[in-house]
């Protein structure tokens, strides 16, 4: 089994920061494009920024300054930094996956299990 398991979410005040993480677990033969999802109350999933294997990366226009992305192969852990939150990105934060298990066959999709986060004063 693969599982994703996110942590660094929680509670800041605007103007502040938090760093996001996203770690893969399981059988792991290789990881493609992982990346970040996000899905506000009341609105759809929409993308926020992923990262390929070569470490390349595409950034949501909204946040692009202030969302770097990165990742960590030898931990097989991805990280969304966030700085200069606004009360606007308050949302459950979805990590996402391509995910080989082994040598043989194809990569599936693996989602994490969401965190929240709440940019509030």
């Known amino acids: 089994q693969v599982q994703l398991v996110e942590s660094g979410g929680g509670l800041v005040q605007p103007g502040g920061s938090l760093r996001l993480s996203c770690a893969a677990s399981?059988?792991?033969?290789?990881?493609?494009?992982s990346g970040w999802y996000r899905q506000a109350p009341g609105k759809q999933r929409e993308f926020v920024a992923n990262?390929?294997?070569?470490?390349?990366?595409n950034i949501a226009d909204s946040v692009k300054s202030r969302f770097p992305i990165a990742r960590d192969n030898a931990k097989n852990t991805m990280y969304l930094q966030m700085s200069s939150l606004k009360p606007e990105v308050t949302a459950v934060y979805y990590c996402?996956?391509?995910?080989?298990?082994?040598?043989?066959?194809?990569?599936?999709?693996?989602w994490g299990q969401g965190n929240q986060v709440t940019v509030s004063s």
């Open positions: 990262i390929t294997s070569s470490v390349f990366t």
């Open positions: 996402d996956a391509d995910i080989r298990k082994y040598s043989w066959g194809r990569e599936g999709d693996y």
């Open positions: 399981g059988s792991i033969f290789s990881i493609y494009t």
